[in-house]
């Protein structure tokens, strides 16, 4: 008989999250348990112990994913070669893009975040999801040449971006009827508007 190959953990640690992520978006996270994700997965329930502590790690795990997703495809759609108002947009279009593509992802951007890493009690996805944060808080500060309140201008921004986001898909029918216009014209309208109040 052959012997299985032994895998890193970091492979394990992908299945099971990926196993999780499925669950998570069919029927919701407070209604997924442990034995489901293990079953999905194709691995017993103390298997999964093994690589995460819990379900709230597992959670962890994916919204640190969901910070290099975003942070990545923020990247790609800047340059410092680019105006202002192109980096504006396309960090406002990175962001649209990314709801749509991940919308639990979209609201793990949005959840609270641990941020005290004095005591033990912390998962190091935790602490990696707020240094990637802290990354691109400096980038965009950098990127738009921002001198003063550099903190309360970046989160300005983001939460304008994401509010814009949620608030046009919300009332799309609204929209169409008091403007005529589509809602991916009418949200690249916002965003134009939003950059020039900023």
Known sequence: MARRVKEEPSIHRKRISEAAEKLFIRQGIEKTTVSQIAELAGYSKATIYVYFENKEEIISYLVLHSMELIKKQILSSTDDTYSDEENF?????????????YPMYFQFLQDTINVDFSSEKYYQSEKDTYMIGE???????????????????????????????????????????????????????????????L
């Open 89 to 101: 947009m396309g960090v406002c279009n990175s962001l649209l893009k990314y709801n749509k593509k």
């Open 135 to 197: 990354e691109i808080h400096t980038y965009l500060t950098k990127l738009f040449n921002l001198k003063d309140d550099t903190f309360i201008t970046v989160f300005t921004v983001w939460s304008s971006i994401c509010g814009v986001i949620q608030m046009t898909a919300k009332k799309a029918k609204y929209i169409k009827k008091q403007t005529g216009l589509s809602e991916t014209d009418f949200i690249q309208a916002e965003f134009r508007r939003l950059f020039k109040m």
